[in-house]
């Protein structure tokens, strides 16, 4: 297997010096091409001579396997479920230093210990004797023994048992430069050599009894979880935003690892983890491994192998990715805030679910696993109804907080009247004010970064576009440029209107930079701080931010979907959401099961630690029946009526979808291949089929894109749905004029 995007796997001869080594799973340097090579992975050996000249397999890279058969048949679903190549899923799951020819190199310390000779007591005498005149010498070497041995007497009848310290920590200690320690160890009075230490944080040891006891509810939904978990392998609990869902998966976690059993706990963004993290290594130590993204490649690679040996960490702590780790001993997967979308790849492939493809590893290691969440995605509602799945239900707030009180503001009539300022209301400013009076704390969320979403003419209303999208690009204040969402491509800020020559060009909207502007101007004395993608590029940003808004070293907190998503706030009185309609004028099927889920997420941030929150929510459509629904935190009545409409229309849960998507840097050629490929799929599918037509970002990186979506039944055989599939793509294929078309599929999309 190679990580190419190419179907199939690639055969090749082992030369016989490297025979004795050729195992199934272990990492090989192969040539592919004319002048390439990779790192691939030895799937299958055989003595089956191909009819074709095959190459020679130049190095073996491992000692033994780096994946384990687990790993290897989860690839293999993953491909086949999501309509992937395998070299994608070997692409995704292995870090990158494991798919380079490089060696990993262990990260090590230089380490100092005392010349053997120098053990007997009178030979050391005698040694420090000698560096009477070398004052820093000496005075480097008292130190060290002070360190070390305690001091410099020692009895010549005493074999020393020093202490090991590293060359840093003698240098710190004793003020000295390198140049006197390797003075030291030239004058045979010292020894260095070379320590592997992890390049992980260490948790320390683990205090089990840090584990707090459970409050009534959450014993009680504990309880049930256990008892759920005899009958079903999969269990959802369905608790409100702060009825302390945390603690008991920590008490499910001491379980698991008293039966000998590892934990992998998911969680959908990387700034979950910071908090999580703090309060699962009080109780469980250096038993706990964290593994997502903003994680170096080293350390990742480290992980990795520390997962494949004889002690592996018991508990996993990670987002998306940390599913592909390997496991030996798996009994319990925590899938925290399982509606969140950030579970699901989006691209490149494969566009794998962490959470079915969880559900997958643990139903093939025997595992249960727990779904956690106040606002589940459809699918887990539905299965959990209809007793798919285990249901558990935690309906009160730890410490029997009040949910938070939620005031509709209508936006479109304070605009009308000239009473906003900005995108705050009156009552929104007023709120704030209060709450920073008493010395307490505010989230605004506006999902939407940037300055503003886009700049405009106000002569001739042109609005400056991507050249490689079919966007508009978002002005960036602070970095003084337009920027595109989609590719990443930036542009200089124009200063006159290159259609009518106007100098009249604005923001229009409001961005989260642009919000945190106004917020500054109206609040100059309150500490504000910005959680968005521009300001978190880095995991010890994440970290920064969380830690000084919990330790109230931010009053003000403005951020998008990033801070919906679980993290606690002991002095949180207020969040206002700037503008529902953002969120439910989307043009896509689960626009309103997103926002209810993000708008019941951000409102539960509110309302911490024996006093009711306030919530208030700007809006230009207080009308909408899903709005009520957010006020009355009315989770049944949302669903019931999402469900109602999903039957009505065939969508999900009562029918699966796959979205067939095609690209082309010609427009009409990619229009032509989606015609052809439209008819092909409803002479199969017939009315299953819906398109091709344009999605709602029709053109990103130069690329013209179509998009068909196909409604299948439950219960189809999904098996033939898949060879149907690829019968189509290989026919538009066999076009000439369509052998450069781009197409690929997007199971279960979202």
């Not at 290594?281 to 192998?305: M, P, T």
Request: glycine residues 6%; proline residues 5%.
């Amino acid at each position: 297997m190679l990580p190419v995007p190419l179907d199939g796997l690639f055969t090749y001869s082992v030369p016989p010096e490297l025979a004795g080594k050729a195992e199934r799973g272990r990492r090989v340097l192969v040539p592919f091409g004319r002048n390439k090579t990779y790192v691939g992975l030895i799937m299958k050996l055989h003595d089956d001579k191909p009819s074709f000249a095959v190459k020679d397999i130049q190095l073996i890279l491992d000692d033994g396997p780096i994946v384990t058969e687990a790993q290897l048949k989860l690839w293999k679903w993953i491909a086949s479920y999501y309509m992937a190549v395998p070299g994608d899923v070997m692409q995704a799951a292995l870090p990158g230093g494991l798919k380079t020819a490089n060696t990993y190199k262990p990260k090590t310390e230089t380490c100092i210990a005392l010349a053997p000779e120098l053990k007997n007591g009178r030979n050391l005498q005698v040694a420090l004797s000698m560096l009477a005149r070398a004052v820093e010498q000496r005075k480097t070497m008292e130190c060290f023994l002070k360190m070390t041995l305690g001091g410099t007497d020692i009895d010549s009848s005493v074999q020393a048992k020093p202490v090991e310290i590293t060359r840093d920590e003698l240098m710190n200690t004793a003020h000295c430069t390198a140049a006197t320690v390797r003075n030291l160890i030239n004058r045979k009075m010292l020894v260095s050599y070379e320590r592997e230490v992890g390049r992980l944080n260490n948790g320390g040891k683990p205090h089990i009894e840090n584990i707090k006891p459970l409050n009534e509810a959450q014993q009680e939904a504990y309880n049930k979880i256990e008892q759920s978990f005899t009958k079903k392998d999969v269990v959802f609990l369905h608790g409100v935003t702060s009825s302390g869902k945390t603690e008991i998966y920590i008490h499910l976690i001491s379980k698991a690892l008293d039966e000998g059993r590892q934990v992998l706990y998911l969680l959908p963004e990387i700034a979950l983890t910071v908090q999580i993290r703090q309060r699962l290594q009080k109780v469980f130590g250096n038993r706990l491994g964290i593994y997502h993204s903003k994680y170096s490649d080293a350390e990742r690679v480290e992980i990795w192998k520390k997962q494949l040996s004889s002690n592996p960490y018991d508990v996993i702590l990670g987002a998306r990715s940390a599913v592909l780790l390997p496991f030996n001993r798996l009994g319990l997967v925590i899938i925290d805030e399982e509606h969140e979308t950030s579970f699901k790849q989006q691209d490149p492939a494969p566009r794998y679910h962490a959470r079915s493809t969880a559900i997958m590893l643990a139903h093939a290691a025997g595992a249960k696993v727990l779904l956690g969440s106040a606002t589940p995605c459809a699918e887990t509602w539905h299965n959990a109804q209809t007793g798919k799945y285990g249901y558990v239900r935690l309906d009160k707030r730890y410490g029997n907080m009040q949910l938070p009180e939620t005031t509709v503001v209508d936006i479109k009539d304070l605009t009308r009247r000239k009473m906003m300022n900005g995108p705050f209301s009156p009552l929104l400013l007023s709120e704030m004010r209060k709450a920073l009076e008493n010395k307490e704390q505010v989230i605004l969320f506006q999902n939407r970064r940037g300055f503003a979403p886009m700049i405009e003419c106000r002569e001739c209303g042109w609005v400056p576009k991507c050249e490689s999208c079919d966007v508009s690009l978002t002005y960036h204040k602070n970095l003084s440029q337009l920027t595109c969402h989609y590719c990443g491509r930036t542009y200089s800020v124009p200063e006159v209107c290159p259609c009518c020559g106007s100098h009249d060009l604005r923001g229009r909207g409001y961005g989260t930079e642009k919000v945190e502007d106004k917020v500054m101007q109206l609040f100059p004395e309150a500490r504000v701080a910005r959680m968005d993608l521009d300001t978190t590029r880095t995991r010890n940003a994440y970290e920064r931010l969380i830690s000084d808004f919990s330790a109230h070293r931010t009053d003000i907190l403005i951020g998008t979907q990033m801070i919906s998503k679980g993290l606690d706030f002991d002095r949180v009185s207020v969040v206002g959401i700037l503008n529902a309609d953002s969120m439910l004028n989307y043009p896509d099927f689960r626009a309103y099961e997103h926002a209810f889920t993000m708008m019941a997420q951000v409102s539960g941030r509110a309302g911490r630690k024996g006093k009711r929150g306030t919530v208030i929510l700007q809006t230009k459509s207080p009308e909408l029946p899903v709005i009520t629904q957010v006020v009355n935190n009315d989770v049944d009545g949302f669903y019931a009526d999402l469900l109602e409409e999903r039957q009505l229309f065939r969508y999900p849960p009562f029918y699966h979808i796959i979205s067939v998507y095609l690209k082309h840097k010609d427009n009409a050629i990619v229009n032509s291949a989606a015609e052809a490929m439209g008819d092909l799929l409803r002479s199969w599918f017939s009315d299953r089929v819906l398109g091709p037509d344009k999605p709602a970002v029709a053109k990103v990186k130069t690329m013209n894109i179509r998009k068909m979506v196909i409604k299948l039944e439950n219960g189809l055989d999904r098996t033939k749905v898949r060879q149907y599939l690829y019968m189509g793509k290989n026919t538009i294929f066999q076009d000439k004029r369509y052998k450069n078309v781009q197409i690929y599929f997007d199971v279960d999309p979202l």
